[in-house]
Nanobody, 126 residues
Framework: QVQLVESGGGLVQAGGSLRLSCAASGRSLSDYAMGWFRQSPGKEREFVAGITAISWTHGTTYYADSVKGRFTISRDNANYTVYLQMESLKPEDTAVYYC????????????????WGQGTQVTVSS
């Protein structure tokens, strides 16, 4: 069982930055691919960014087109925490952001992930 806890959300003006964190409770995430997803009211949960397990391609990353060049997913060296650095934020980035874990390789479908955090709200004002 993997328990994930997100933090770092908040209110920011357009053009600003935030860094989200996703921590696993007492265990390394090195064997897990991690994904960041977001969901706005009335919309489906959508893929934002993913990173493979360290044991698979040493942490290859992948981004949705809507965030490419603005967001960066990374792991800390101990692999207990995964981050989502968000730059040049736009009002359309407003959503609840979730991290999720699955074995080995990331997937863009939420249904492919085994473990989820509770989510953290990001609000970008214009």
């Amino acid at each position: 069982q993997v328990q994930l806890v997100e933090s770092g959300g908040g209110l920011v003006q357009a053009g600003g930055s935030l860094r989200l964190s996703c921590a696993a409770s007492g265990r390394s995430l090195s064997d897990y691919a991690m994904g960041w997803f977001r969901q706005s009211p009335g919309k489906e949960r959508e893929f934002v960014a993913g990173i493979t397990a360290i044991s698979w391609t040493h942490g290859t990353t992948y981004y949705a087109d809507s965030v490419k060049g603005r967001f960066t997913i990374s792991r800390d060296n101990a692999n207990y925490t995964v981050y989502l650095q968000m730059e040049s934020l736009k009002p359309e980035d407003t959503a609840v952001y979730y991290c999720a874990a699955r074995p080995d390789f990331y997937n863009t479908s939420p249904g492919r992930y085994d473990y989820w955090g509770q989510g953290t709200q990001v609000t970008v004002s214009s």
